[in-house]
């Protein structure tokens, strides 16, 4: 598993009623349950196992708008300031600090990609550009390998998320919001066509409002709505290490790994193309809705059949309210990750910085990523069971685009004008015509 994380006590009592319940304590579910508190509504935060157990504990800890998905960006200026002003919002430290980041070119063809990148950034008046090798040589010491070029982001950071989310969960518990560990939600009860309460394996809350932040759950949790979510899974592989010194300040993404300074002074370092795709019972019932977006990234992702079909294939996809769920066996999903991925990683990484050549690692882990088919998150209402939120899918982009993300949901679940333009993360973009495909 990933290093520690940051506990956060349960609240003892259960509410009768609240005002919204958010299913899923990881960056998103806190972020809304945040938000939340902030504008004085009565909120609860229900996670099935602990905070930030899962993918938000276990990501690369990168806070960028650089390289993000065009439709991305106007949410990820607003993630930027937020995290800027994070810890004096909070009273606590999430680790942010504005590093930059730094995207290494090897070729012609890579230098243009990056260039065209920036047309989409350019209305948004950010501080991105391209630096020459030349330039490039002080952001990375020692460095052997020869890049053309690159975009380099100044004012993009990195936060720790093993502290990040656990810190905003109490911040939100401050304001009056109740949080509840190792507390399923089992499914959403409605009234007259809305949203009426929630029930849990502890007992039932009543509410008018309902933000599902389940991230690789989410799915499943959808479809025993009869809402069909298309979601799948993506196992990433990470390790850290122990302190290094003379390593790059900046975070660094090639076209083989990416690697970010911790603020314990170790680095948190990924290889980008073995990506696990398992294959499931969903793959073949979502294949052509995700085709496109796997024929784009198919360099970056691995093919693998093994357990994980034969774990979903038995997992019920249907339940009742009042019997236990998938979401109370299975509290935090810990999959193994690549040893041979990650022996290749330290290999390239130790090749391009030689200061990494005896590097010492702390720890490893793996985490599922919960993606889309056009990769782009679902922030949206659900036009058939009004009083419900989707804040889901954001398929490896979460962490750093937490914050924005929700408060949008929050304003979305309360009515509240939007902080962004939330077209671009709708529900019904699958369902409308638009035949929503991949961009960046």
């Known amino acids: 598993m990933a290093a520690t994380v940051d506990a956060v006590p349960s609240d003892e009592k259960l509410p009768e009623r609240t005002q919204v319940v958010v299913i899923g304590a990881g960056i998103i579910g806190v972020s809304t349950a945040l938000a939340l508190a902030e504008k004085g509504i009565p909120v609860v935060l229900c996670e099935k196992g602990q905070v930030a157990a ?13 390289q993000r998905d065009p439709r991305e960006i106007a949410l990820s200026v607003e993630a930027q300031r937020m995290w800027e002003g994070m810890d004096a919002r909070i009273g606590e430290s999430t680790g942010f600090t504005r590093s930059g980041i730094l995207f290494p070119c090897e070729t012609d063809a890579e230098v243009e990609a990056k260039e065209r ?50 810190a905003m969960a109490r911040a939100a518990r401050r304001l009056g919001a109740t949080v509840l560990t190792n507390c399923a939600v089992r499914g959403v009860e409605t009234a007259g066509g809305r949203v009426s309460a929630v029930v849990t394996e502890k007992g039932r809350i009543a509410c008018s409002g309902v ?35 003379g390593g790059p300040e ?12 911790r603020a314990d002074g170790g680095y948190t370092m990924a290889k980008r193309n073995t990506n696990i795709t398992d294959i499931t019972p969903d793959s073949f019932r979502l294949f052509f809705d995700f085709l496109p977006a796997f024929k784009q ?30 979401f109370e066996q299975v509290r935090i999903m810990d999959p193994a990750p690549s040893l041979p991925a990650l022996a290749a990683l330290k290999a390239i990484v130790a090749r391009d910085f030689p200061v990494f050549r005896d590097m010492q690692v702390a720890a490893t882990w793996g985490g599922l ?46 009515g509240d004008r939007p902080i962004v333009d939330p077209r671009e993360f ?10 929503p495909r991949p961009k960046a």
């Open 54 to 66: 899962e993918q938000s504990s276990r990501n690369w800890g990168w806070c960028r708008t650089s």
């Open 117 to 166: 990148w920036l047309e989409h950034a350019r209305p948004y008046q950010l501080d991105s550009r391209m630096l020459s090798a030349a330039e490039m040589a002080p952001l990375l010491p020692g460095n052997t390998h020869k890049f053309k070029a690159g975009l380099y982001t100044a004012s993009d950071g990195r936060a720790e998320p093993q502290i990040a989310a656990p």
């Open 211 to 245: 933000v599902l932040a389940g991230g690789a759950w989410s799915r499943l949790f959808s479809g025993n709505m009869g809402i069909d979510l298309p979601q799948l899974m993506v196992t990433g592989s990470v390790l850290r290490t122990m302190p290094i010194a």
């Open 250 to 261: 900046c975070a660094v993404g090639t076209n083989e790994y990416g690697i970010r300074k």
């Open 297 to 326: 990234n198919r360099k970056f992702l691995k093919l693998r059949l093994g357990q994980r079909f034969f774990d979903e294939l038995r997992r019920p996809r249907r339940w009742s309210l009042d019997s236990v769920t998938p």
């Open 369 to 414: 990523i919960d993606s889309t088919p056009d990769v782009v998150p679902v922030i949206s209402t659900v036009d058939r069971v009004p009083g419900f939120v989707i804040a889901t899918g954001f398929s490896g982009h979460g962490f750093g685009i937490g914050p924005a993300a929700g408060r949008l949901a929050a304003d979305l679940v309360t």
């Open 426 to 435: 709708r529900f019904s973009r699958y369902t409308d015509g638009s035949n």
